[in-house]
């Protein structure tokens, strides 16, 4: 059983920087296309970011209103996986989710139980 936890969510004025992380529990980690999606009050949860797996041969992609701002990136040795959110908006107020899916077909199927971050502005 996959379990996410997702750490590093909290207050933030617009303009500045946080660093999420989820920690994976699972014996492939490296087998698994991981995510960040996010839900702001009233709205629907949406993708944020992908890191493939590790031998998928396709790149990190991200959704355009995080582009240039977020990064994604993944430490194998540690089962974790990031995110470096930059230049804050007060629009990337939402709880965010760490998600994991095996390979690189179908819905994300594990996740996590999300962590807060706002943004102030």
């Known amino acids: 059983q996959v379990q996410l936890v997702e750490s590093g969510g909290g207050l933030v004025q617009a303009g500045g920087s946080l660093r999420l992380s989820c920690a994976a529990s699972v014996r492939t980690f490296t087998a698994y296309t991981m995510a960040w999606f996010r839900q702001a009050p009233g709205k629907e949860r949406e993708f944020v970011a992908a890191?493939?797996?590790?031998?998928?041969?396709?790149?990190?992609n991200y959704a355009d209103s995080v582009k240039g701002r977020f990064t994604i990136s993944r430490d194998n040795a540690k089962n974790t996986v990031n995110l470096q959110m930059n230049n804050l908006k007060p629009e990337d107020t939402a709880v965010y989710y760490c998600?994991?899916?095996?390979?690189?077909?179908?819905?994300?199927?594990?996740w996590g139980q999300g962590t807060q971050v706002t943004v102030s502005s």
């Open positions: 998600a994991a899916k095996k390979g690189s077909s179908g819905s994300y199927d594990r």
């Open positions: 890191m493939p797996f590790s031998w998928s041969g396709t790149t990190r």
